[in-house]
Every structure is written in C-alpha cells, then in structure tokens.
C-alpha cells in the first residue's frame, strides 16, 4: 500500500506565516504597521485554533495587508531562509517520495510554488488558494471558487485526489486536522516544530517535534538515524537560558528546572533522559548514574567536576563535559575584591557605618602592595590571579601538586607549609578532587602567620570549618572570605546555616565566585556545544572522563562509534567483522585513556543490522551508537 503526505506550508513547512511576512513588506513603513501585523497575527491564530471560520479570517486579513505584486518578490526571497530546519535537512525524502508528497495550503499558491518546488515537491501536487489583483497589481481579494479558500477545503482537495493508499497529514492548524476529523486521513502529525498549537495538538494522533520524527515513526530513512526530539535533556540548576535556547533550537526535547535535586530525586528523574546539565551543587554519583537508562552525556556549567562520579559515568559509556576556563576571569576578580576588602576591614566598617557608627581609624587597615600572597593550586584560576595580583603590587607566592610555569615574577614553593609559613594572605584555589577534603585544618591554620588574610573560593569541603573558626576567634586569621561551604542549599528558597555566620571581618558569599553574567552566558553556550558536538559527530575535545578526539566532518559515509573497556585486541576484533561484511572503513579513529578505548570507524556502504549487533556483542563493550 503507498503512503501518502500531505504537507501544509505555513508554520510548518516554513517557519513562519507567510502573510505575517507580506504584512511586514508591504506596511513596511507605515504608521499603522505594528497594529495591522498584530492584528494579523491575531486572526491567523483564531483562524489556526478553530476559534474563527477560516475564510473570515482569511478574508479580513487580506483586506488589512494593502499588498501588492511587487511585493511578492521580497516575500518569496524572505521565505526561501525561513524553510524549516528539519524540512530543509531531509530533502532526500522529498526526492525520494516525490509522486506521493502534496503540499496543500490555505495560503496562495503566488509564493508556495517556488519555495516548495525547490524543494523538490512536484508542480501539479501543489494545491493553495491564488490571489486576484486589479490592474495596477494591488491584491484586492483570492480566487473564491477555489476550495481551499472555504472552511473544509483541504478535505475537498483531498477527497477529489482520489488517492489509492494511506493518507498522513502534517500540519501545524485546525485546518489540517479536520482531513484526519473527515475520515480522509490515516493519521494526523501536529507538527510542532515551529508553534504549538494545544488545541491542536490535543486532537493529533502524533505529535511531530520535526520532520524526523514522522519519518522515523514511519520506519522512512531520514536525515538523523535518531529524532533529535526523542533525545530528552534535564537542565538542573538554573543554568544560563542561552543553553535552553542551543538544545531546543537543536531539536532536543529540553526539561529546565530551576534547583538542585537530592540523589533519590535525581534517580527518578535521570530516568529516560539522554543529556544531563547540572552545576556544582547537583551530585551525580554511582546510583544516580546506575538509575539513568539512557544517558549518553553530562554537562557540568561551572568549572568543577567532582559533584560527578567521573568513573561511573566512564564505565557506563557517558561522557562528562565542563566549562573549564569560562567563569576563571570571574573568580580571579572576586578574590582582589576580597583581599582588598579583608586587608581594610571595609565590610565591618560598613555594617557600622549603616547603623550610624563612625569609626574613622587606620588601626588594622593596610595596603595590598608589597604583600605575599600565597596561592595553593596554581591552575587556570590561581596562574590568572597571580598574574592580577602582581601588577597590583602583590608579592606572589605558589604551590601545586603539579609542575607549573610561574608566570611573571611569582615564586614557586615546594611545600604547602612553606607557602603557609611565608604568606600575609593565602588563597585557595585547588580542585574539589577527594583527597583536598580537609586539606586546610586546625594543623595548617597554626602553620600560617598572625593576623593572615584567608581566602576559600575553591570547594567547600577542603577547608574544616570548626577549625576555620576557632582561628577567626583566636585573631590568627584576620580576615577571610569564603564563598563554597561543605553543606550549601539545594536552592535559594532554602536557608543557609553556618558557624561562620556573625564572625568579624568574615565576607560570606553564596557560591557565587563564578556568577557573573559574562561567566553564565559563556558557560550556556560553551558546554551545550561541546555535547552537541559528541552527539553529532563523536567530537570528544574538552571531555573530562573520555579520550579526546577530535573528528573530521562526516561526508557520504556512515559513523560508528564503539566506547569499550580498554583491553587488547577491541579494534582488531571490529576490523574482522567489516571484513566479514565486506564493508570498506574510510576513516578510523582511536584513542584510549586508562579505563576506556573510544573507537569511531566511518563506513562508506549501508551496513546489515546483524553487523550492529556483532559489533554490539564485542566482549568488553561499554556501549555502542550509530550516527548516521
Ligand atoms: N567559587 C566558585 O564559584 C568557583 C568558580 C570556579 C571554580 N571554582 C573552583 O576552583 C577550582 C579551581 O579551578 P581552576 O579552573 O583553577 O582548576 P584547575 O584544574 O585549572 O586548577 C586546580 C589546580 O589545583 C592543583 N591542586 C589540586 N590539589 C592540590 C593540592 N592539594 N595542593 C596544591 N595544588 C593542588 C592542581 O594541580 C591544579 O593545578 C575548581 O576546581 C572549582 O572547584 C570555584
Ligand atoms: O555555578 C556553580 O554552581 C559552580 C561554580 C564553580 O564552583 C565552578 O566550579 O565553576
């Protein structure tokens, strides 16, 4: 039995209602254009819903527009970019399904001919209303004996085609659904692509987030192997709105909620969810990651990874993304901010001064300059803020785990305890890795010297907070500034508790070292980019748990992407199924980290599913994902 679609135009096979444009191109200039394009708009959506008689609403609006021939030219311009995304990318259906594809429009046939013909749909399966003009070429009405200009017309089309097969409409409106309420349709797809109509899709039978959805419902082949919008993303959080904005205009399904959430929580939310987002309060740990049953990749929007159980994830085949440098500039400025504060008692001062004591004295402030500042972990933020810190007169001291280029006139120490010992303000700037839990304690705050100035902006957890205390009250620290806590709420509706709270000279900062909006925005953008890259191409670069590769664009071929256990002898197992297939591999790619081996091999012929499945049945693999 043949299948065949019927197509509607606007708001679905273009993004955008083709009169709202004309209104803009024909008022373009008049006082009256914004009333008369809210107007417009106005009567398609009545129009659209139900709420109005199609032909009054088409009607009326002709009659608002003041459109004239001329200014088809610009319109049919202006349409050819506003093709919908999923539409333009699966041309080869329209190639391949050609005699049984119809457009079928209430809207004029003057600028859908040829929008839809470039596409590839045929001329004489083009069935939309035409335009009258009068002699000067202004639109004074439509053809009004052409069905589609009356209520129920597409249905007229449809029935008089007399087509011998299943019949699946795709469509935005109410127009589209009342083929399927005609008994002329088999199925009718609300497309929602572009505008959601509730009414409408209420009474779908499917709704279709894009053209590939239907296509893959329809066991046809489209341009992605999976519908991007079967791919669920959780945003936890509050993370930045331009990350909703890239995954939803990807094609995702995008959840956002506003919090963090608990683990129990997290369990029964991961569940069907293939990208997770979180910051750094979220803990994904080996439950949360044992729960997910789909999960392909974590976005971490912050600099820190270690809320994530990075070698879970790896065992499970997901990978881990962060913004490794976006929020760096952020925290460096917060911690000069602080160290000028701290070393001039400026917010006791302050909270003075707002309840009308003035206490106008040197006595305990003194100048940043010629002062040794200390660093412990000396990576993107710490070598940033030393490089700061000395053109302002500091004298900058450092200590890391690891080898690293002193930048400027900054000292590298070889202990922590020579960094504690020399240092009039100490900064800390290490990772949230396990083994900093408690790094600075009772022991180290006695090595540092009297009246030190002490900075946390790193993880809560590597300083102990009783002991942090005790040295506030004893005067050993003079001033400090902490913004990471080992316990912080979930969300800002829950209090914050503490025993710093109430102590002198102590800024208290709610995590927010990295929250600036320059910072958010980047990390939004950042990491939703480098997961659509891995999901799009296997591009693995800035992974924090996965071998980085970075992989050439895909053209005429087909990727496979097997993630395994890195033992001996994976690949060579691989490269005898394709033998065995006859396939011919014209790219492959290999990189392997401790645990895990990545391995993506392009394949230039259509592959038989019982080559998947081999592949799947490799021993030691983790996990297994077609492309294309
Ligand atoms: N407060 C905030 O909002 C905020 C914002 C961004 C980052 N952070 C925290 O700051 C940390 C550092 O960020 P980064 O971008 O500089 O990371 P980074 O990985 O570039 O640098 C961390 C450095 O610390 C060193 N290190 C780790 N443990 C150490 C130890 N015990 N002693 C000495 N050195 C040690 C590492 O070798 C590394 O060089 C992040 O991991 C994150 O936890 C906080
Ligand atoms: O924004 C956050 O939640 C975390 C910021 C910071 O700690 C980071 O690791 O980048």
Same mark, same amino acid.
């Given at each position: 039995m043949d299948k065949y679609f019927i197509i509607d135009f606007d708001s679905t096979l273009t993004r955008v209602e083709a009169m709202d444009l004309l209104a803009s191109i024909s008022l373009q200039g008049s006082p009256k254009k914004a009333a008369v394009e809210a107007k417009i708009k106005e009567l398609t959506d009545k129009g659209m819903n139900g709420e109005m008689s199609f032909r009054s609403s088409l009607k009326d609006r002709l009659l608002l527009l003041e459109a004239n021939k001329s200014h088809l030219v610009p319109l049919i311009d202006a349409l050819k970019g506003q093709v919908s995304a999923s539409f333009k990318r699966n041309k080869d259906f329209f190639r391949s399904y050609a005699n049984q594809i119809y457009v079928i429009s209430n809207g004029f046939k003057e600028y859908i001919e040829p929008i839809v013909t470039d596409l590839g749909v045929l001329p004489d399966h083009i069935f939309a209303n035409q335009l009258v003009f009068n002699e000067d070429g202004d639109v004074i009405g439509f053809d009004e004996d052409n069905p589609l200009s009356k209520d129920g017309g597409k249905a007229e089309v449809i029935k008089s085609l007399d087509l011998d097969g299943d019949i699946y409409v795709i469509g935005d409106g109410h127009n589209d659904y009342e083929i399927k309420a005609a008994g002329l349709a088999n199925k009718f797809y609300a497309f929602t692509e572009n505008v959601k109509r509730e009414q409408v899709v209420e009474k779908a039978d499917h709704e279709a987030p894009s053209l590939d959805e239907v296509l893959f419902e329809q066991k046809i082949a489209s341009a992605f192997s999976y519908p991007k919008n079967r791919i669920k993303v959780l945003l936890l959080e509050n993370v930045h709105p331009k990350a909703f904005e890239l995954?939803?205009?990807?094609?995702?399904?995008?959840?956002?909620?506003?919090? *963090?959430?608990? !683990?129990?929580? #997290?369990?029964?939310?991961?569940?069907?969810? /293939?990208?997770?987002?979180? &910051?750094?309060?979220?803990?994904?740990?080996?439950?949360?990651?044992? /729960?997910?049953?789909?999960?392909?990749?974590?976005?971490?929007?912050?600099?820190?990874?270690?809320?994530?159980?990075?070698?879970?994830?790896?065992?499970?085949?997901?990978? %881990?993304? =962060?913004?490794?440098?976006?929020?760096? &500039?952020?925290v460096v400025e917060l911690a000069i901010g602080s160290i000028i504060m701290l070393i001039r008692n400026i917010f006791d001062k302050s909270v003075a001064m707002h309840q009308g004591k003035w206490d106008k004295s040197a006595k305990g402030s003194k100048e940043i300059r010629g002062k040794k500042l200390g660093i412990i972990g000396y990576g993107n933020i710490g070598a940033q803020l030393s490089v700061l810190a000395e053109s302002m007169g500091l004298d900058v001291y450092y200590y890391d785990l690891e080898e690293k280029l002193a930048l400027g006139n900054a000292t590298k120490l070889d202990s922590l305890d020579e960094l504690l010992s020399t240092s009039d303000i100490i900064t800390l700037h290490v990772d949230g890795r396990p083994e900093n839990k408690e790094l600075i304690t009772a022991e $180290?705050?006695?090595?540092?010297? +009297?009246?030190?100035?002490?900075?946390?902006?790193? &993880? *809560?957890?590597?300083?102990?907070?009783? +002991? #942090?205390?005790?040295?506030?009250?004893?005067? @050993?620290?003079?001033?400090? $500034?902490?913004?990471?806590?080992?316990?912080?709420?979930?969300?800002?509706?829950?209090?914050? !508790? /503490?025993?710093?709270?109430?102590?002198?000279? %102590?800024?208290?900062?709610?995590?927010?070292?990295?929250?600036?909006?320059?910072?958010? !925005?980047?990390?939004?953008?950042? %990491?939703?980019?480098?997961?659509?890259?891995?999901? =799009?191409?296997?591009?693995?670069?800035?992974?924090?748990?996965?071998?980085?590769l970075q992989l050439p664009k895909l053209q005429n071929a087909h990727?496979?992407?097997?993630?395994?256990?890195?033992?001996?002898?994976?690949?060579?197992?691989?490269?005898?199924?394709?033998? !065995?297939?006859?396939?011919?591999?014209?790219?492959?790619?290999?990189?392997? =980290?401790? @645990?895990?081996?990545?391995?993506?091999?392009?394949?230039?012929?259509a592959y038989p599913q019982e080559l998947i499945q081999s592949l799947k049945n490799i021993q030691h693999t983790i996990k297994f994902r077609v492309l294309y």
């Open positions: 995954l939803k205009n990807e094609g995702f399904s995008v959840e956002v909620y506003p919090a *963090g959430l608990d !683990e129990d929580e #997290l369990c029964e939310k991961i569940k069907g969810v /293939s990208i997770l987002g979180i &910051r750094s309060k979220t803990q994904v740990t080996k439950k949360v990651i044992e /729960s997910a049953d789909r999960l392909m990749a974590v976005g971490a929007f912050c600099i820190g990874t270690n809320q994530i159980d990075l070698e879970a994830c790896q065992e499970k085949g997901i990978a %881990v993304f =962060n913004a490794p440098f976006s929020n760096t &500039r952020s $180290a705050f006695s090595k540092m010297k +009297d009246q030190v100035i002490f900075i946390n902006l790193s &993880r *809560g957890h590597v300083v102990n907070i009783g +002991d #942090l205390k005790n040295a506030i009250e004893s005067k @050993k620290v003079a001033g400090c $500034a902490v913004d990471v806590f080992p316990k912080e709420p979930k969300s800002n509706d829950e209090p914050f !508790e /503490s025993e710093l709270i109430g102590l002198p000279n %102590v800024i208290l900062t709610p995590h927010i070292g990295g929250s600036t909006e320059e910072a958010q !925005e980047n990390i939004g953008e950042f %990491v939703p980019n480098r997961i659509m890259e891995y999901i =799009n191409t296997g591009t693995t670069t800035n992974s924090v748990n996965f071998p980085n990727r496979l992407i097997h993630i395994h256990h890195n033992v001996p002898g994976i690949i060579a197992k691989m490269n005898q199924l394709f033998a !065995e297939h006859e396939i011919n591999i014209v790219g492959q790619y290999l990189k392997t =980290n401790e @645990k895990i081996g990545y391995v993506i091999t392009d394949i230039n012929k």
